[in-house]
């Protein structure tokens, strides 16, 4: 079964940079579409960056300019580079399969505050 696990959170002041990282186990990693996702506090679960196994990219409006999704299918490791964060980039992040979903890793907080 594979298992995801999110890290590279935390507080980080508006305008700041953050590097997410998330680890999969299991062998499929590579051929796989994955994604991060964000939720905040009252919101549901969004989709905001998508890297396909070739390295394709695509990103919600959201994040597009500020975020950037990549990965190293040697690490099965999936990453999400974000700068210029706002308040609103405020939520837990989750990296998942797209479309088909995995079981949830636990997450990682993010907080962009002052």
């Known amino acids: 079964q594979v298992q995801l696990v999110e890290s590279g959170g935390g507080l980080v002041q508006p305008g700041g940079s953050l590097r997410l990282s998330c680890a999969a186990s299991?062998?499929?990693?590579?051929?796989?579409?994955m994604g991060w996702y964000r939720q905040a506090p009252g919101k549901e679960r969004e989709l905001v960056a998508v890297?396909?196994?070739?390295?394709?990219?695509r990103y919600a409006d959201s994040a597009k300019g500020r975020f950037t999704i990549s990965r190293d299918n040697a690490k099965n490791t999936v990453y999400l580079q974000m700068v210029s964060l706002k308040p609103e980039d405020t939520a837990v992040y989750y990296c998942?399969?797209?479309?088909?979903?995995?079981?949830w890793g636990q997450g990682t907080q993010v907080t962009v505050s002052s």
């Open positions: 890297i396909s196994g070739g390295g394709s990219t």
């Open positions: 299991g062998s499929i990693f590579s051929i796989n579409t």
């Open positions: 998942n399969r797209v479309p088909t979903l995995l079981e």
